[in-house]
């Protein structure tokens, strides 16, 4: 009867823990993956399986892929990420080591007593002792196996975080300068503009003080003058604040920064089409960690259920209580032990361990999910953004067209005396308005294409040793 009260004991315990350690399987993440996109380009076929990494070298300056190049190689938020990296994979070797026996070995040297008779040589030479220690966790529920897995899906995590970052600073480091270039060349049609208002302010200055027209009409040129010049100071001013920004990236000092930036003009605009939805979930670093945190958090379930149950542990020795140096090996003493540790009561500790692992883990659905959700609404933005600039910019050009035409119109009625020169400038104001808006509309373009890209994944391609996404399982 005793016996077969304690084996049914034990077997209540041992169900007891199982039943603590399992839970109801986890849900895996909901996404919605459209068939196609709402901002689609109108030409059938412009589906592109694949983006070019070295997509940069379309806009056909030397000097933006070197600045790329050099941020890469420089920038701070890279070493950082690459730091962290190193610290996973560190972490990695560590959680491999405890797959592994662990050996230890003592060995003690007591000195000779001075006060024995000297004749004893045993004791005057002192005693020598050694222990060889080792001992083995069996790892019965695989909770050293699933560290090992939380450890290799978070250094994969860190290896796309890594990622991308590395396409988030050549993004930025392409968007920074074609805006510095932009500003530059808006800086020089506003120039254009602040000449033709100052010579139009001597011409009313002229016509004022031979009494043609009224004081009046200087006093509003001056005020387009002054208008005028504070937007040349501005756009400068904006101009230098992209050469720092640019300075930043790069991680030097804008005193000692002079970039050469090439002429906005001369910027050619690569093209870029998307990829097919579907793709996008493959294609992005981002998304890849996301899914790669959501094994650790997977692994790190299933270490915590397997850590309420019971550890065999296994132990053996090899020592010499002491004896002379030369005696050291002769006859040693050997012992050999396993253990079977289980936790009875931890006030809910072990438990709540588990609750936190699945709990985090909820949240990093969540955050994968927003992910994906993320990733469709940068390309959708950036398609949006692309097929509206682009009507802007074919409408730009003939609002261009007809203001060169308005000039030339102008300037051939001065020359014949049917216009006066105050119609010409007019004209020239005009056009130049219309310079800058085709500057700011083209540079738009192009940080719709960049923004493309970026959210296209920048042509990364997952080089690592991948880990498929699967629920935790029941442990």
Partial sequence: MRQGSIRAATLFLAGALVGCATAPEPTSPSLDVPATWRFAPSAQGTWSDSVDSHWSRGFGSAALDDLVAQALAKNDEVTAADARLSQAR???????????PQLSVQASHTGPNAALNSSDAYLASGAYSWLLNGAYDLDIWGVDRDAVDAARANAQAQRYALDSVKLDLAAAVMSTFVQTSAMQARVEVASRNLEVAERTEALV????????????????????????????????????????????????????????IDEFGRLSIPTLAPALPSVLLTRRPDIAQAEARLATADANVRA???????????????????????????????????????????????RARRDLAQAQRAELIAGYQRA?????????????????????????????????????????????????LLTVLDAERSLFSE???????????????????????????????TVPYAPARAG
């Fill in 205 to 260: 200055a002229t016509r004022v003080e031979n009494g043609y027209i009224p004081r009046l009409e200087l006093f509003e040129q001056r005020t387009l003058v002054a208008t005028q010049t504070r937007t040349v100071a501005s756009l400068r001013q904006q101009a230098a604040a992209s050469e720092i920004a640019l300075a930043e990236l790069l991680g030097v000092a804008p005193a000692n920064f002079a970039p050469m």
């Fill in 90 to 100: 560190a972490a990695l070797a560590d959680a491999r080591g405890a797959l592994f």
């Fill in 304 to 350: 915590a259920r397997a850590a309420l149950l019971p550890s065999v542990n296994i132990s053996a020795a090899l020592y010499d209580p002491g004896s002379s140096l030369a005696r050291i090996a002769a006859s040693p003493f050997y012992a050999l032990s396993a253990s079977v540790a289980a936790t009875i009561f931890d006030g809910g500790h072990l």
């Fill in 435 to 465: 310079q800058d808006l085709a500057v700011q509309l083209r540079l738009a373009n192009m940080l719709a294409k960049i923004a493309l890209f970026k959210a296209m994944g920048g042509g990364w391609q997952d080089d690592a040793v």
């Fill in 372 to 420: 994906v959700s993320k990733a469709f609404c940068d390309v959708e933005a950036a398609l949006n953004a692309i097929a509206g600039t682009d009507s802007q910019l074919a409408a730009q050009r003939s609002a261009i067209e007809q203001a060169q035409a308005a000039l030339a119109t102008a300037q051939a009625r001065y020359a014949a005396g049917g216009e006066t």
